[in-house]
C-alpha cells in the first residue's frame, strides 16, 4: 500500500502525549509507524524519557525538543533514554514516528539532555556510496536496489510511505522492522 504521507486518509484519534498540553492526532501505519498531528500551541514542559528509542521525519511544521528545531524533511533519532525537555509546536506540525520498542514515558528532575540526538536533513545530506545509516533500523539510500526482506521506505521529497522489498528510484529513507 503506497500512502501519500501528508494526504493520508488514514483512521485517527486523538492522544494525549504523556505530559503534554493538548492531545495529538494519531494514525497508526504499520506496526509501530504512526503519522502524528500536532496541534498549534502543543507543548510538553515535563522532563522525561523514554524506554524506547524514537525515530521521526518531520513532514509539515516546526517541532522543537530539548532545544533542538526540526523543520519539514529533517530526520530525528532521539536513543532510548535520552532525557526530553522544553517539547513544543508552535505553529502545529505533522510528523511520521516509529519507536524501536515500548514507547512508555518516564518523567525525570533532571534538566539538561544527556544522551545523543540526530537531526538530518533528508533531501540535502550528502549520501555515501552504500547508504547513510541514520539508526540501528534505519537508512538514507539514493539508488534502487533490491531487500531480501520487505522494508517500510519514505520517499523524499514526496513523502510516501510503503512497505516493499524493491527501493525506487531516488532518495529513501529504508526502516527495517522485526
Known amino acids: 500500500m503506497l500512502v501519500d504521507l501528508l494526504d493520508a486518509e488514514l483512521p485517527a484519534r486523538d492522544f494525549l502525549i504523556p505530559g503534554a498540553n493538548l492531545p495529538v492526532r494519531q494514525a497508526p501505519l ?4 504512526s503519522l502524528v498531528r500536532f496541534p498549534p500551541f502543543w507543548a510538553r514542559a515535563e522532563h522525561g524519557h523514554y524506554l524506547a528509542g524514537e525515530e521521526f521525519v518531520l513532514l509539515e511544521g516546526e517541532l522543537c525538543v530539548s532545544g533542538i528545531t526540526y523543520r519539514a524533511g529533517h530526520h530525528g533519532w532521539l536513543p532510548a533514554g535520552a532525557l526530553r525537555h522544553s517539547s513544543a509546536a508552535p505553529g502545529g506540525a505533522l510528523a511520521f514516528t516509529s519507536f524501536d520498542g515500548e514507547d512508555t514515558w518516564v518523567r525525570s528532575e533532571l534538566d539538561e539532555p544527556d544522551g545523543p540526538t540526530l537531526r538530518t536533513p533528508l533531501d540535502s545530506v550528502v549520501i555515501p556510496e552504500g547508504g547513510l545509516p541514520l539508526t540501528p533500523h534505519s537508512a538514507l539510500l539514493d539508488t ?15 513523502w510516501t510511505w510503503e512497505r516493499s522489498t524493491l527501493i525506487p528510484e531516488g532518495r529513501v529513507l529504508v526502516r527495517w522492522t522485526a
Open 144 to 158: 534502487p536496489v533490491h531487500l531480501d526482506r520487505p522494508a517500510e521506505m519514505i520517499t523524499v521529497p514526496t
Open 30 to 33: 504499520d506496526g509501530s509507524a
